[in-house]
Antibody, heavy 117, light 110 residues
Framework: EVQLLESGGGLVQPGGSLRLSCAASGFNYRTNWMHWLRQAPGKGLMWVSRISSDGSVTLYADSVKGRFTISRDNAKNTLYLQMDSLRGEDTAVYYC??????????WGQGTLVTVSS | QSALTQAASVSGSPGQSITIPCTGTSSDVGGYNYVSWYQQHPGKVPKLMIYNVTQRPSGVSNRFSGSKSGNTASLTISGLQAEDEADYYCSSYASSTAVLFGGGTKLTVL
């Protein structure tokens, strides 16, 4: 059974940083591309970032480009999202998801990030 | 990176069929067969219902089907049931970025 468990969310001040982690199990993690997605309170889904299976290709939504960095450790079956220069509009539940043909068949339960002073 | 366009809401009675359209451009929906649809019940994690325009993941009811014509993709739910009431989101691979989502459509079963 595929399991994805996010951690690292919390309250952070505007301009601050946070690193999210996603522990993966139940599938061959090192051969799968992965996504980060988010959902602001009461709003729709938004794709944030995507990384290739070996970490050599990374893609970002325009709204986070230059502020967020996706990475992975295939030895630890863990995906990361380093978030810097955080803004109020980054407040959301952040999900990691397994990629398949640019879709996301498996999602974690999400971790809440709140950016507020 | 403009979001894909979805109607805010749609409704139908039990047993009926409804269709949710999702409009993009030739750089996303129209240019690739990588359209997906997600169902999300309140407070729950999104669930993949359709991928690659028409494909259903294992375990998804065959009452759900997907199609595409030009720059518009559609999700059709036949034999509407009360448990189908949820938010539905389309997404597509896009050449300018990796993935775009629609704004979501709230389905109400009357």
């Amino acid at each position: 059974e595929v399991q994805l468990l996010e951690s690292g969310g919390g309250l952070v001040q505007p301009g601050g940083s946070l690193r999210l982690s996603c522990a993966a199990s139940g599938f061959n993690y090192r051969t799968n591309w992965m996504h980060w997605l988010r959902q602001a309170p009461g709003k729709g889904l938004m794709w944030v970032s995507r990384i290739s299976s070996d970490g050599s290709v990374t893609l970002y939504a325009d709204s986070v480009k230059g502020r967020f960095t996706i990475s992975r450790d295939n030895a630890k079956n863990t995906l990361y999202l380093q978030m810097d220069s955080l803004r109020g509009e980054d407040t959301a539940v952040y999900y990691c998801a397994r990629d398949s043909y640019s879709s996301a068949p498996d999602w974690g339960q999400g971790t809440l990030v709140t950016v507020s002073s | 990176q403009s979001a894909l366009t979805q109607a805010a809401s749609v409704s139908g009675s039990p047993g009926q069929s409804i269709t949710i359209p999702c409009t993009g451009t030739s750089s996303d929906v129209g240019g690739y067969n990588y359209v997906s649809w997600y169902q999300q019940h309140p407070g729950k994690v999104p669930k993949l219902m359709i991928y690659n325009v028409t494909q259903r993941p294992s375990g998804v009811s065959n009452r759900f089907s997907g199609s595409k014509s030009g720059n518009t993709a559609s999700l059709t739910i036949s034999g509407l049931q009360a448990e189908d009431e949820a938010d539905y989101y389309c997404s597509s691979y896009a050449s300018s970025t990796a993935v775009l989502f629609g704004g979501g459509t709230k389905l109400t079963v009357l």
